[in-house]
């Protein structure tokens, strides 16, 4: 009984520090096959249209949230996503190969090294 309770503590200890882990974000961070796209400022309501290898996806800025409001693959689960707005939260399009992401900065979310191992 009392391993359950400690389980069960740190369970919902775990899902507050992840839901808590997200912050506002500054700029919204979109790539393509694993390279920068482009860098947006979140505050600018815009869309950009991305196209990568013949796929089409559009990403919307409004209002300090981002959303994928197009996409041209089967499934849709980007588009189904909704709106993101915090750091800790991202949208991507697996089968476009597109990843939206939110950060503070443009440098965090570039392929800065935090470690190297020998």
């Known amino acids: 009984m009392a391993l359950f309770l400690i389980l069960l503590l740190l369970g919902i200890s775990s899902v507050i520090l992840i839901s808590d882990s997200g912050r506002d974000g500054k700029q919204v961070l979109i790539k393509t096959g ?67 992401e939110i950060v503070d900065n443009a440098k965090d979310g570039g392929d800065d090294i935090d470690v190297i191992s020998n």
């Open 34 to 100: 694993g390279e920068l796209y482009g860098t947006y400022d979140l505050n600018q309501d815009q869309t950009i249209k991305v196209v990568y290898r013949g796929h089409h996806n559009n990403i919307t800025i409004k209002n300090g949230k981002v959303s994928m409001s197009f996409s041209d693959c089967r499934n849709q689960n980007c588009v189904h996503q909704g709106k993101i707005s915090s750091t800790s939260q991202a949208i991507i399009c697996l089968p476009n190969q597109v990843i939206v």
